[in-house]
């Protein structure tokens, strides 16, 4: 099997660690395998998309979500550390306003899998992080959305020394609260 799962608080989320073989050459791992995958996780998906971003220490982007069309995302750091964040903000989900943060480095070579109807974010920790994802639906720019990162509601613990590095989407991005009523869910 090319993966062990661990589950998190909420369901769904998952942190996959690979199957890595290495010596003094280096190493080898599957970065993804559709059987695989769905052994460890239970979700048979469709992954649309490959995205790679490249981001310097104290940039943080997100928490992004789409909707509609919401997407599930494997993602995973092929250079440095992030801290990475899911936010459940599935309509009637137990677990509704909760997150999980894990770090993901080079170094652990972990995965999570974030599965659609989640919004998304990292904090980029070393000098440069190089992140990739595949997503079960495209990007859409008119449906992306975010959610604030600091939103005391949430309470997301990040990891920060001083002020992150934002773009003008996520400085402007709506509270949890804002993002229940558009849903109809206040």
């Known amino acids: ?7 998190t608080a909420i369901p769904g989320v998952l942190i ?15 970065s993804f395998n559709q059987k695989d995958f769905k052994l ?11 995205n790679h971003s490249r981001s310097s220490r104290g940039v943080l982007r997100g928490l992004h979500f789409q909707d509609p069309n919401p997407q599930g995302k494997l993602v995973r750091v092929t250079q440095g550390e992030v801290f990475d964040v899911a936010v459940d903000i ?6 509704f306003g909760q997150w999980v943060g894990v770090h993901l480095s080079e170094h652990n070579k972990l995965q999570l899998w974030i599965p659609p109807g989640l919004a998304h974010g990292f904090l980029v ?6 992140f990739l994802y595949k997503t079960t639906d495209y990007w859409y ?19 920060l020394q001083g ?24």
């Open 1 to 7: 099997m090319a993966y062990t799962a661990q589950t």
């Open 16 to 30: 996959l660690e690979p199957q890595v073989i290495g010596d003094e050459r280096g190493f080898f791992f599957e």
């Open 40 to 50: 460890a996780s239970g979700c048979d998906v469709n992954f649309v998309q490959d």
């Open 90 to 95: 599935r309509p009637g989900s137990a677990s």
């Open 125 to 130: 920790l070393s000098e440069v992080a190089q």
């Open 141 to 159: 720019p008119t449906q992306e959305k975010s959610l604030l990162w600091n939103d005391p509601q949430l309470g997301i613990d990040w990891p």
């Open 163 to 186: 002020d992150p590095i934002l773009a003008k989407k996520d400085i402007e991005a709506k509270t949890l609260k804002d993002v229940k009523k558009e849903m109809g869910l206040s």
